[in-house]
């Protein structure tokens, strides 16, 4: 949804325009050459963006928190990748960084009548209550099954979009926690 697309300057769009954002490639071959081509404008990027704080907060904490790492390991993301003996530059320019960009450009990957139907179903975000919690998780795990979206790529995508919509981690992690409890 284009109202959590963060804004680009102009030299941000251009870098980001050369950047191969696909998750998956056709090939090995196809993969690598991404790989390669990406180094340089990612780090550009990541580098325009740190300089003017374009990343919104929250999406750095999922990226730096390991409070926001729902996963078996707790470290951050960027944890993980230094648990698996990257450091530095070598964390952004790896292909399993890519997910994380999309993020912190786009928000969460949903569909937009997903993410309509569930800003509607949560309202205001500073009224959520904790009795709000079950009816919201209800309500992310019915749209992701009649969008028949993966169970646990929606999970982590309804997470983000919590996030995103300023609800609080464990607000996030429970309605996670629900869309993963989709059958």
């Not at 704080?53 to 929250?58: F, Q």
């Not at 450009?105 to 309202?123: C, M, N, R, S, T």
């Not at 646990?152 to 629900?178: I, N, P, Q, W, Y």
């Amino acid at each position: 949804m284009a109202k959590y697309r963060i804004s680009l300057t102009e030299e941000e769009a251009a870098l980001c325009a050369t950047i191969d954002l696909r998750v998956r490639h056709e090939s090995h071959d196809e993969g690598r050459a991404a790989y390669l081509a990406n180094r340089e404008p990612i780090l550009g990027l990541l580098r325009s963006l740190r300089e003017r704080d374009g990343i919104p907060e929250e999406r750095m904490r999922y990226w730096l928190d390991p409070e926001y790492n729902t996963g078996r390991l707790k470290a951050s993301h960027k944890g993980v990748f230094e648990q698996n003996g990257r450091q530095g530059a070598e964390i952004y320019e790896h292909p399993h960084f890519v997910p994380y960009l999309r993020y912190f450009l786009f928000g969460a990957e949903l569909p937009d009548p997903v993410i309509a139907a569930f800003e509607e179903a949560v309202g205001n975000p500073e009224w959520v209550t904790s009795g709000d919690i079950v009816p919201m998780g209800t309500r992310a795990r019915g749209l992701a099954r009649e969008y028949q979206l993966e169970r646990r790529e929606a999970a982590e995508e309804f997470f983000k979009l919590c996030l995103d919509m300023g609800l609080g981690v464990h607000t996030a992690a429970s309605v996670r926690s629900a869309v993963m409890r989709l059958s």
